[in-house]
């Protein structure tokens, strides 16, 4: 990509803060001094609009509700994942930085943007997957010493455990 990529909130949450101030008319016109109440959902509009976080080839910028916090990508060692799926950077020193409006599914974004320093998390998950059937043939094939003939074999661990046989009813002598 050629420019900063932006990782924003959805635009969305800035229809619940109207949603709020429409509920908040009716208590806020007839009761004297709740029109208060309007700093609220003033509050959440800029909170939704100034969370950000902004990645470009050589920095991270991290923008939180009162100040941004700027870091090149040589200080970062990986990334850390928080709570509800949100990121944070590990820096050099050990502290983290949270990457606000940065989710799991950005890390593949993330790692291109990094340039090689973190890897491609959606690489690794992008391999076929194995069936059962395949990998306890790879298994077998794996655990035969060659030149071996068939023989008695100890049962499989991770094979799935055939259900007993229920005994038939006895029946009542008379």
């Known amino acids: 990509m050629d420019g900063p990529v932006v990782f924003r909130n959805s635009p969305l949450a800035v229809l619940a803060a109207i949603a709020f101030m429409v509920c908040f008319t009716p208590v806020a016109l007839t009761v004297p001094g709740m029109t208060v109440l309007y700093l609220i959902p003033i509050a959440m509009v800029f909170w939704v609009l100034r969370l950000r ?19 090149d990508w040589a200080d970062v060692t990986a ?8 990121i944070s950077a590990v820096l050099n020193s050990g502290t983290e930085l949270p990457l606000p ?6 890390l593949p974004v993330l ?23 395949e990998r306890t043939e790879s298994e077998h094939t794996e655990s035969e ?6 023989g008695p074999t100890a049962p499989d661990p991770t094979a799935p455990a055939t259900p007993a046989t229920p005994a038939p009813p006895e029946s009542p002598e008379e």
């Open 53 to 71: 976080t902004t990645v470009d080839a050589d920095t991270i910028a991290a923008r939180g509700t009162l100040r941004t916090q700027r870091v």
């Open 79 to 86: 990334l850390r994942l928080r709570t509800r799926s949100r």
């Open 101 to 106: 409006a940065v989710h799991v599914r950005d």
């Open 111 to 133: 790692a291109m943007m990094s340039g090689g320093r973190l890897p491609d998390p959606s690489a690794e998950a992008g391999a076929p997957e194995r069936t059962e059937s």
């Open 145 to 150: 010493p060659s030149g071996a003939g068939p």
